[in-house]
């Protein structure tokens, strides 16, 4: 069973909030559609992909991208929104199994995983987190999403930070990875969208170290 976020307090978003777009925001409809696909963490237990499965059949969501230089060299994470299966995903991973990376396997829930891959070309570790999300939870991305589509483009580059190789975001809607313009009013909507994705994860990664 995968854990659910239902016992969310925040209120209803409206008006200039939740604008209107690609991403359906009518709460009627989206409690009327049930999730699709979803599997236990433990059915990709022996899947070795480049990008974790759980991230590339993300047809309909949202994907923040990490990897790290530096002091974080030879990590890589994926945080990512799954409307379709209604799945909050982490993907945690690591290049040299660093220890504060590895999770402690008798520490595991039904919905957590640790795997090894090396489809990318070099070994690497995954620990992959699951949890369930709301019709709510769904509607709450959906605004977020579409009032970062709707929001004006600016010509300001993002931040990264020193210890950053590579960080991005990505919208996907009917697979496709829509157009997100740099600029500081879509940054910070990113930020708030990067934060929802995170929050509902965070405590069950870490009850794992």
């Known amino acids: 069973m995968l854990m659910d976020n239902s016992g969310s307090t925040t209120p209803p978003l409206s008006g200039k909030d939740c604008p209107e777009g690609p991403f359906e925001t009518d709460l009627e409809k989206l409690s009327d559609t049930p999730p699709h696909g979803r599997a236990p963490a433990a059915s990709q237990q022996n899947t070795n992909n480049a990008v974790p499965i759980e991230i590339s059949r993300i047809l309909h969501g949202g994907v923040s991208f990490y ?18 299966r209604r799945l909050f995903v982490a993907v945690l991973g690591s290049m040299d199994n660093r220890v504060h990376r590895i999770p402690a396997a008798e520490k595991l829930s039904a919905n957590q995983l640790l795997r090894y891959t090396d489809a990318a070309g070099y070994k690497r570790a995954e620990f992959v987190t699951l949890a369930e999300a709301t019709p709510v939870q769904v509607r709450e991305f959906s605004c977020l999403a579409n009032k970062l589509l709707a929001s004006e483009a600016g010509s300001s580059p993002q931040l990264v930070p020193q210890d950053t190789i590579k960080k991005t975001f990505s919208l996907l809607h009917g697979g496709k990875s829509l157009d997100l313009s740099e600029g500081i009013k879509r940054s910070g909507i990113i930020g708030e969208l990067e934060r929802f994705i995170k929050q509902p994860l965070q405590e069950l990664i870490l009850q794992t170290y």
């Not at 990897?67 to 379709?84: C, K, P, R």
């Open 67 to 84: 990897q790290g230089g530096l002091m974080n060299e030879g990590t890589v994470t994926w945080y990512a929104f799954d409307i379709e």
